[in-house]
Nanobody, 125 residues
Framework: QVQLVESGGGLVQTGDSLRLSCAGS????????MAWFRQAPGKERGFVAG????????DYADSVKDRFTISRENAKNTVYLQMHSLKPEDTAVYYC??????????????????WGQGIQVTVSS
């Protein structure tokens, strides 16, 4: 079993940067696909970024490419989402997710096995 806890969210202004962290536990964390999803009010939860267990494969939603970077430190059982040039439309609850099988990050949420509780990111205009 993998437990996930997000941190680093908050209120920022347009153009600011923010880094989210997701601390995981469990023996399978280091081999798990990891991803960030987000859900804005009134919208469905959507894929933001994903990373393979080794960290060598990453994938991003078009809306965040060139602004967000996903990375992981397996020695610390932690995955990060570095966000730059934040926009009001990035406002959402951000969720960390883990899939214990797979080599390429899934963009579908139903393929992930474990989820964090979510953390709010608010970007003011």
């Amino acid at each position: 079993q993998v437990q996930l806890v997000e941190s680093g969210g908050g209120l920022v202004q347009t153009g600011d940067s923010l880094r989210l962290s997701c601390a995981g536990s469990g023996r399978t964390f280091r081999s798990s696909l990891m991803a960030w999803f987000r859900q804005a009010p009134g919208k469905e939860r959507g894929f933001v970024a994903g990373i393979s267990g080794s960290g060598t494969i990453t994938d991003y939603a078009d809306s965040v490419k060139d602004r967000f970077t996903i990375s992981r430190e397996n020695a610390k059982n932690t995955v990060y989402l570095q966000m730059h040039s934040l926009k009001p439309e990035d406002t959402a609850v951000y969720y960390c997710a883990a899939a214990v099988r797979g080599s390429w990050p899934y963009t579908r949420g139903d393929l992930y096995d474990y989820w964090g509780q979510g953390i709010q990111v608010t970007v003011s205009s």
